[in-house]
């Protein structure tokens, strides 16, 4: 009798409901070691230059600097490495940083309903974020995750 040795490749973390797993309106940055929110600014940032969400490594590096630099603190790789998790609730700073609105969902993951839990004020370009578990996964179609049209003024649904 001997061992069998598997190999297997995920995309996203172990633990994630098959209805984030499978939602192709949100990318779920891999062994984002909480830095999740910062690959989320990254990847809007990026624009139109938006390849693999795996690759952008450096993009991600480059916004904890602008960060750091923004709150006065001198970035070192130790710190990027060790930083704590942002909470999604708090997100003040990140908009005046990278002149962002930010908008922060959650989503029940057994009717698949999705519910904004924080809603910007601000006038800059918008991202919007699900918080899943503790864990930032970039939204790329708001409308088609939600699965009809709500209204950025008055917050209907049509």
Known sequence: MGFKSYICHSNHA????????????LINFPKT????????????LLGDG???PCRIQAQVKEAFQRYCFYKGISYTLGLF?????????QVDEFEECFQLAVN???MDVDTGKVECIRRSDSDYDTIHILSHDNHALYIKNIDMLQSKYQCSKCEIFL
């Open 14 to 25: 172990l633990g994630n409901s098959k209805v984030i797993h499978d939602n192709q309106h």
């Open 33 to 44: 070691n909480n830095e999740c929110v910062f690959h989320c600014v990254a990847w809007h």
């Open 50 to 52: 938006k390849n693999d």
């Open 81 to 89: 490495r060790s930083f704590k998790p942002v909470d999604l609730l």
């Open 104 to 106: 922060v969902y959650s």
